[in-house]
């Protein structure tokens, strides 16, 4: 007797544990995948995909290129890299990987089975938003350029063998430096064409300008290169030539004759038109703009197409509640394929030459779209609340066929939290969408804690799409509540421009503020228990929350601003930051002051983490150190982090991720009434 029962405590606890063992945990995130920019083959038969994990020998992310075929066989290895694209004709792939220097180089592999890689550059310089001339003898890149000091003295009196330091960057641009990158002065952003075979890149654009559109106050976000059908011109976007520095909010579509390298612009010069795409009958450009130049921070752009002279300009698809992205034509040259963002979801859309329109894809999904086939078959990633990227393909409205499940492993037998979605009236009357990630088993009868986490931006969206940080959270036991309140993208531009001139303020804290009220009247929260966290524009509104509100027990706030005249003359995107106020700060500091989180510290009394990247030029740590310190002076609970080695954000480098859970997680229990009593 005295045995089974023995053996019967044995299974409770096996079964306990195992319970306990069913939910995600932090160490999970180390063997986590995501899918990421799947290319279909011409001829629609294999689909090559990033697959994107964790090196954790290296501490570093990884990024390995996989195959599938269409039936969903022969998934397997290919190669080290990402940025692929299949050649025209479908016998080879071009990718970027590091050389044995660490270099960013393009390589072009065989498809055979013989699979030879030829790397086809040698350069200091990262090769980025490449293309396949349509002959497949070639590919265009854009690299920056390795310019030499301009103002270098010539120093007397050094001794023969003497070590002295080096001339200093001289800088004389208003956008010198970007994040992840450094001072960035040395050279601009211009265009190159290689043999797909190897040899000497061959520079095609020159100047004090840059290819390539700076979409937020200077720093390079995107952008594309096509060829004409010819092969013998390429269209490209990139910034005035004239005065490039400061009107960082235009972009021009232009293009560049290969046999004599002249450059012609093809759209307005008050515009900003981007991202061009020849169609392949090579009759039409399609392109994304707006005519004329705004002072809005965030502006909703349209979909275009001229002429291959740049003439007929005429606007295509229109009063989208966001930008569209990822064009990509049908094979017949008739449709038009792009994306846009919509109250928290993402879908492929289709246009006819008239503007006809119609969703490809639809559902509570965010679907990314990789390439296309000949036939019209689509390459994409799904995802979901409760399903991170996968590799899918489809052919028009027809039913989406999964290839890759890449986290089974990992996600077999875990129990995770449900997502409930809430709609919200806040002030204004405006209505703001929202998001609550439940503890997994969630039980009515009892009280949870809550964390409000801000996205970032601040013109951003949340969307359905899976978060890892949400589900542990929740699996950690609070809920997580996560909303898009004003000032956010996918609900139109008077929505995202409502924070003009007054942000953080009261209309994205009042959304906010409201958003935690609809959690409470919806869920079992004990209001005793509320934290906030977010980085970046998250950050900011972090701070803001705990002055304006004293419902919060802690508060992290990562990657923060806290003096909007500092930020201005520090980060990487001060052009941007200039326009969120009507007047510069030395003819009226008011806003500038006003808005700033530093002014309001003497309202803060909730205990604050903040933590930020040692190298950030985003958000430079001396924000976080200012607002460090003001609290100390104060005597408010407070403590800096900042994360070794990371830039703008906190979890690029693994370790670093798992750090910034734990620390949230720690220092919220840290101020918790039911765990620090």
Known sequence: MRYLKSSLFICILLLANLSYAQTLKTEHWLDFERAASPQISPN????????????????????????????????????KGGNIKWSPQGDR?????????????????YMNAEGLV??????????????????????????RTNETNTWAMSLPGKPKGATWT????????????????????????????????????????????????????????????????DGQHIYFDGQPRENGDLEVFKSLVYKVSLSTQEITPLTPSDGFFHSPEVSPDGKNVAL???PEWASDTYRINHLYLMDLDGNNLRELVKDLPDSPSNLAWSNDSKELLFSYDHHGVRHVHETTLKGKTKALTSGDKVVTMGSLAQDGTMAMTFSSHQQAEDVYIQKGTRQAKRLTN????????????????????SSENTQVQGWMVMPPNYDASKQYPMVLYIHGGPHAMYNIGFNFAFQELAASGYVVLFTNPRGSTGYGAEFANAIQGIYPG????ADLLNGVDAAIAQANIDSERLFVTGCSGGGVLTTYMVAVSQRFKAAVARCTVSNWIGMAGTSDVPAWVYRFHEKPFWEDPTDWIANSPLHMVGEVNTPVLLITGDKDIRT???????YFSALKMRGVPTALIPMRGEYHGTGSIPSNWLRTQLYTKAWFDRFDPAKSE
Not at 93 to 109: C, E, S, T, W
Not at 411 to 424: D, R, S
Not at 620 to 626: F, H, I, K, L, T
């Open 44 to 79: 629609g038969e294999r689909i090559l995909y990033v697959r994107r994990g964790i090196d954790k020998m290296n501490d570093r992310a990884s990024s390995e290129i996989w195959q599938v075929k269409a039936d969903g066989s022969e998934h397997a290895f290919v190669v």
């Open 93 to 109: 792939i071009a990718f970027v990987a590091p050389d044995n220097n660490g270099k960013a180089q393009l390589y072009v592999r």
């Open 118 to 143: 030829s790397q086809i550059s040698s350069l200091d310089i990262n090769p980025r938003n490449y293309a396949w001339s349509p002959d497949g003898k070639h590919i265009a890149f854009v690299a």
């Open 166 to 229: 080096t001339d200093p960057i001289y800088i004389d641009t208003l956008h010198h430096k970007q994040d992840r990158v450094g001072i960035t002065n040395t050279g601009y952003d211009h265009l190159f064409v290689v043999p797909s075979d190897g040899g000497t890149a061959k520079q095609i654009t020159s100047g004090k300008w840059n290819v390539s559109m700076r979409r937020i106050g200077g720093i390079a976000t995107g952008g594309s290169v096509s060829w004409s059908a």
């Open 288 to 290: 994304i703009g707006a």
């Open 406 to 425: 890449l986290n089974a492993d990992i996600f077999a037998g875990l129990t995770l939290g449900e997502v409930k979605e809430i709609w919200y009236e």
């Open 506 to 509: 009261v209309r994205d804290g």
């Open 620 to 626: 430079p740590y001396a924000e976080a150190e200012q």
